[in-house]
């Protein structure tokens, strides 16, 4: 006989369970779905199985170790607790920083509803403290059309009303405001929805990585098909290649080639920006893209260094364990546009339980706050350890019931919630354009490197032996801004050598 589920398990889940047929767990850039056994239960994700069949690292204490070591700060909660929990290269990019002081931060987000949900915040958070903890730049890819192509495709060619291009960019400018809300810094963050940014030196890093990418390759890595529809193969160019730097020389002070303002200084792509490698917080299901991007970043006519990436875990729907929130699916999912009361209703209603039936069994056996829906969330965004740690032990302990569990978890996830509806109030058409206008961003990086390299007349310093804006090199003099910035460049940099041999002198007497 078939144990009854757990309390709070939507009546749909037990209607739908019948109808489900056994499949293998799925998860791809569109598609996030947990195994589906002969008795038609959804299980949990095996995102140990996932680092298996992607061929990612664990993220190890000793990783964070490092990292606590180069940042002089403490692990981030979501480090911690293993929610994000692999990587590609990540203790390569710790010793980057360490050495040289800069990287890049790249990461995205596909728009394809007006309002966010709570999973969505959940990597933009992430990435928010990492831009604070390093001081370095960072951009955000609004992939409008992507989403766009993708639906066309899901709906087999047919525009279905709400579908339009033009729906998909109004959902970009939407989540642009619920991006900003979350208190990103603009002098060193820049947004840009594809529809409106797509050309210059990006579009020519798109093109010539379309050219060593095969119809068999992509097909093999996304699972598309003789019905896919060209615009999504191609795609897959464009979400590689916002990974490179060199494809926002504004953003590092160096010109771009663009309709109207055309400079023939920068009709060839700034090889100096090649060298800045890059780390990508992102969700496991990207993962895909970025493989793609890994093992042809070095072939490219100026090669990059491999993307680094820290990969986090799904933000649970609702319903459990076997799936993500999702935006197609209202009650999968909160929604940062959400009343209190709509929480509440939805937590109540929705949230799986990992309690008994019975209060007087869930007192005598305990609960398990490990399929809990309210305590997973409660451990995504909860900062201290000891209280969460207490939580689970009393619910394991059936100290704690079912409810109370969930009165904590709408307590907090509505004030989260209302924080972030009043700043989003702040956020106006001419906020989002400055996060959205191409421009060189301001920064620090790490201020004790231990390799010091060569500053360019912008103040970048640069990868390698030249520095950005620095030197002329075997592909001709761009970058090196005008020759009055040059000379007015050496008469600074002498004048900080007086100053210096001054102070020498001064504080030899």
């Known amino acids: 006989m078939t144990a009854p589920p757990p309390v709070g398990a939507p009546p749909a889940v037990e209607k739908e369970k019948d109808e489900r047929k056994p499949a293998k767990q799925k998860i791809d850039p569109w598609n996030v779905a947990g195994e589906v056994d002969e008795g038609g239960n959804v299980k949990a994700i095996d995102y140990d199985r996932l680092i298996e069949d992607f061929g990612v690292q664990p993220l190890t204490r000793a990783h964070l170790d490092r990292f606590e070591k180069v940042t002089g700060k403490p692990a981030h909660r979501l480090m911690r607790r293993k929610l994000f929990f692999s990587h590609r290269d990540f203790d390569k990019i710790l010793d980057y920083y360490e050495q040289h002081g800069q990287f890049m931060l790249y990461t995205g987000r596909g728009p394809s509803s007006g309002s966010m949900h709570l999973g969505h915040t959940v990597p933009f958070l992430f990435t928010k403290e990492l831009q604070e903890l390093f001081d370095v730049p960072l951009v955000i890819m609004l992939t409008d059309d992507e989403k766009f192509l993708h639906t066309r495709n899901k709906n087999e060619g047919q525009m279905k009303a709400g579908s339009a291009p033009e729906d998909f960019l109004n959902f970009a400018h939407d989540n642009a405001r619920d991006i900003i809300a979350l208190g990103f810094d603009p002098k060193k963050t820049f947004m840009y929805s594809d529809y409106e940014f797509l050309g210059g030196h990006f579009y020519r890093n798109v093109s010539e990585f379309e050219s060593m990418v095969t119809y068999n390759q992509a097909s093999g890595a996304f699972g598309f098909n003789e019905s896919t529809n060209i615009g999504l193969i191609s795609f897959m160019a464009k979400q590689c290649v916002a990974a490179f730097p060199s494809s926002y020389p504004d953003l590092f002070g160096l010109p771009d080639y663009r309709a109207p303002d055309y400079d023939s200084s920068a009709k060839r792509r700034h090889k100096e920006l090649a060298s800045i490698p890059c780390l990508i917080p992102c969700a496991i299901d990207q993962e895909p893209y970025f493989r793609m991007v890994r093992d042809r970043s070095e072939r490219m006519h100026d090669p990059h260094p491999k993307p680094a990436l820290i990969m986090s875990k799904f933000l649970t729907a609702l319903q459990g364990p076997g799936g993500k929130m999702s935006a197609s699916d209202p009650n999968s999912a909160i929604f940062m546009s959400d009343s209190p009361a709509q929480i509440k209703n939805k937590i109540n209603k929705h949230a799986f339980s990992g309690g008994q039936q019975t209060e007087e069994e869930h007192r005598r056996l305990g609960g398990n706050p490990d399929v809990d829906v309210a305590f ?64 060189r961003l301001v920064y620090g990086g790490n201020p004790n490197p231990v390799k010091k390299q060569k500053e360019s007349s912008d103040g970048w310093a640069g990868a390698g032996s030249e520095a950005v804006g620095g030197g002329e090199g075997k592909e001709g003099k761009e970058g090196r801004g005008t020759k009055g910035e040059r000379k007015a460049a050496k008469l600074a940099e002498k004048k900080a050598e007086k100053e210096a041999e001054k102070l020498a002198l001064r504080e030899k007497s």
């Open 376 to 439: 997973t969330y409660l451990s995504y965004f909860l900062e201290d350890d000891a209280e969460l740690e207490d939580l689970a032990k009393r619910y394991r302990a059936g100290e704690i019931l079912t409810g109370e569990m969930k009165a904590k978890c709408i307590s907090f996830v509505q004030g989260f919630v209302a924080d972030f509806q009043k700043r989003r109030e702040g956020v106006t058409e001419e906020v989002m354009r400055e996060f959205m206008r191409p421009r």
